[in-house]
């Protein structure tokens, strides 16, 4: 009869137990990694959070490294897709998709730095790459090209977002670069003559207008290869 006690105690415990999913779990962590930052975050503090053991998590992920896939994976799929083709040229599209992208990594600093070395070719990050490779097949690129034209639009957007962060992004980050830009023009003209006279504006805190730039500087130089060619 003891025995009988046990095994139902331990089905009641189950049946109260949270029901958890993949979703859940990458919910919690990107929760806990916007809330606490990476460098507090844990599989134990996010198994906390959602009140389980730590073992339990390695039912829905292998490992930590996996998890952090499924993160960066959640993040990028918060940039939002036009359906279809759109009416604006493919140009515009494929802007206004880098500048929603940056938005986004910008939003999630931490998970964002998770990024470098990491392949973004989870669901999410498979249906940009076909959205953005697609723009420019319509457009006119060959097959080469617009391979190229997404590892560049992605090199471009998710660099410039991971150096904002690593820098400090947040209301401090212009008091930094203002900072910098002091001790740039501080420097010896008749050593750096060059750089001394740019320093003001090298790092003036203005980087969205320098990341739009960057942005339109790349679709130009695709559209004239795409002329040229």
Same mark, same amino acid.
């Given at each position: ?14 049946? /109260?137990? +949270? ?12 929760? %806990? %990694?916007? /809330? ?18 730590? +073992? ?11 998890? #952090?896939?499924?993160?960066? $994976? ?16 493919? $140009? ?6 880098? %500048?929603? =992208? ?7 600093? /931490? ?9 973004? *070719?989870? +669901? ?11 723009? =420019?097949?319509?457009?006119? #690129? $060959? ?11 992605? *090199? *471009?957007?998710?660099? #410039? ?5 690593? #820098? ?9 670069? /203002? ?7 501080? =420097? +010896? ?41």
């Amino acid at each position: 009869m003891a025995g009988h006690d046990h095994v139902f105690a331990r089905s009641q415990e189950t049946a /109260a137990a +949270p029901r958890l999913d993949r979703t859940e779990i990458v919910r919690a962590a990107l929760e %806990l %990694l916007d /809330a606490e930052g990476f460098d507090a975050f844990s599989m134990r503090r996010l198994a906390a959070a959602l009140d389980i053991k730590s +073992p339990s998590l390695y039912w829905h992920v292998r490992s930590k490294d996996e998890l #952090f896939d499924l993160l960066v $994976d959640t993040v990028i799929g918060k940039c939002p897709l036009p359906d279809g083709d759109g009416a604006d040229p493919w $140009d515009e599209q494929v802007i206004q998709l880098g %500048l929603d =992208l940056r938005r986004v990594l910008l939003a999630h600093p /931490a998970a964002t730095r998770l990024l470098p070395g990491r392949l973004p *070719f989870g +669901p999410h990050g498979l249906r940009l790459a076909d959205h953005v490779i697609g723009l =420019l097949r319509r457009a006119g #690129f $060959d097959d080469r090209m617009a391979g190229y034209g997404y590892l560049l639009l992605m *090199f *471009f957007v998710t660099g #410039f977002a991971v150096q904002e962060i690593a #820098f400090g992004k947040g209301p401090g980050n212009g008091d930094r670069l /203002a900072e910098v830009s002091r001790y740039l023009e501080g =420097l +010896p003209s008749d050593r750096y003559p060059d750089l001394v006279a740019v320093a003001g504006e090298l790092l003036a805190p203005r980087l969205t207008d320098r990341f739009e730039f960057g942005l339109r500087s790349v679709i130009d130089g695709l559209a004239e290869k795409r002329r040229s060619d």
